[in-house]
């Protein structure tokens, strides 16, 4: 074997011979790796579904539950502006990743005991996205507070029956 290597070293050959692969070769190897990032991109950074959307429950508070099994379910809850909001968190997943949800925005955080519902009570909130993520910050989850249309549509209806002449101004 030494004498195989000794021959290979004092050749003038190289030891490794460059192998020239077809342009078209490459040229698709190079598009299923950019293919394969972008996918990754994707799943890891896109939105993917629907924002669920949190039922009206009693005192006017605005609940939902998100399950954590490898992610959060929903991972976006639409809420309404203006009510409190009860987030009950249901963990499944043994991981101890998702041991422990921050909400960076309130300074809050909660420990999720495994197969438990633990529930976070967070304050009427105004319009505007509201990350939450796991201890570790890789599973990620978005709480998107929109205006509260019947609250709007009610102040409209006010002022259209106070309202004695023209809105545009040109009266």
Do not use: K
């Not at 004092?10 to 342009?23: A, D, G, N, V």
């Not at 005192?59 to 998100?66: A, Y």
């Not at 519902?117 to 509201?130: A, K, V």
């Amino acid at each position: 074997m030494t004498s195989l290597l000794a021959a290979a070293l004092s050749s003038s050959e190289p030891l490794w011979r460059s192998i020239e692969q077809p342009l078209a070769l490459r040229l698709a190897v190079a598009a299923a790796g950019l293919a394969l990032i972008a996918a990754e991109l994707w799943w890891f950074l896109g939105r993917h579904g629907t924002a669920a959307l949190a039922t009206a429950a009693a005192g006017g508070w605005q609940e939902v539950t998100i399950t954590v099994d490898g992610g959060y379910v929903p991972a976006r809850v639409r809420l309404q502006a203006g009510r409190p909001v009860r987030l009950t968190f249901h963990r499944l997943d043994p991981s101890s990743c998702v041991a422990r949800v921050i909400v960076p925005d309130f300074q809050r955080s909660l420990d999720l005991p495994l197969n438990a519902r633990t529930s976070l009570e967070l304050p009427p909130l105004e319009p505007g996205i509201y990350p939450f993520h796991c201890g570790m910050a890789m599973v990620r989850g978005v709480l998107e507070v929109v205006p509260d249309q019947s609250r709007a549509m009610r102040s409209r209806e006010r002022g259209v029956a106070v309202s004695d002449g023209p809105s545009d101004g040109l009266s």
